[in-house]
Structures are given as C-alpha cells and as structure tokens.
C-alpha cells in the first residue's frame, strides 16, 4: 500500500526549532522527488520546499528560504523538513507530497504536479 505519513508535528515558541519527517512506503522512494507543502487556516496551499530524488537539488519558498533545510535518506524511505527560526506565519498544517513522473520544475508549487500525499501533520507557534 503506498503511503506517505508525516510526523514531528506540535506546538512551539517563536523563534523556535521543529524536524518534520515523511516516512514513506509501498514505492521505490528513490525514484522520485518529494516535497513539502503547507496550508494555513483560510489560505491556499504553500509549496514550502521540494527534494530530487538523489538528494542533488533542493527547491525553496521565498519565505523559508534559510530557515528551513529539505534533506532525506533512502534508506529508511524518509524525508525531514527542518524547520528554524520559526514565527506566528509558520502554523500551519504540513504535508508531503511524492512528485509525478512527468513532474516539471517550473510547476514545483502546483499541487497537480504531485500524485500522493500523506495525511499532515499540525505545526503550531504561539508563545
């Protein structure tokens, strides 16, 4: 069964730290690109980020750019969003989505351009 399952989710203080993680299953992980969305209450959904499938190239939003870091391990079928420095504009809920074959760069922020996703998970930052 293919899944994608997000996690580390929670409620943190400003200028804090989390480690997102999107364990995968039921697919030859290696083979596809992988990212991160997020979608606050009222909005539209936000590309956060998104991974090669090699680890190679890395894509960011404007708006998390040097504050949170795309990595993953094939090995154990996961990708980690760590996220720092996070503000009020952060809470959102975040979901991993698995790239489609046909999956076009210029199109990284579209939710079409990805066929899977997993169910999210809550970050929340509040003092």
């Known amino acids: 069964q293919l899944q994608l399952v997000e996690s580390g989710g929670g409620l943190v203080q400003p200028g804090g730290s989390l480690r997102l993680s999107c364990t995968t299953s039921?697919?030859?992980?290696?083979?596809?690109?992988i990212a991160w969305f997020r979608q606050a209450p009222g909005k539209e959904p936000e590309g956060v980020s998104w991974?090669?499938?090699?680890?190679?190239?890395?894509i960011y939003a404007d708006s998390v750019k040097g504050r949170f870091t795309i990595s993953r391990d094939n090995a154990k079928r996961t990708v980690y969003l760590q996220m720092n420095s996070l503000t009020p504009e952060d809470t959102a809920n975040y979901y991993c989505?698995?790239?489609?074959?046909?999956?076009?760069?210029?199109?990284?922020?579209?939710?079409?351009?990805?066929?899977?996703w997993g169910q999210g998970t809550q970050v929340t930052v509040s003092s």
């Open positions: 989505a698995r790239g489609r074959a046909a999956w076009r760069r210029e199109r990284w922020t579209l939710m079409s351009e990805y066929d899977y």
């Open positions: 039921g697919f030859p992980m290696h083979y596809y690109g």
């Open positions: 991974i090669e499938s090699s680890s190679a190239t890395t």
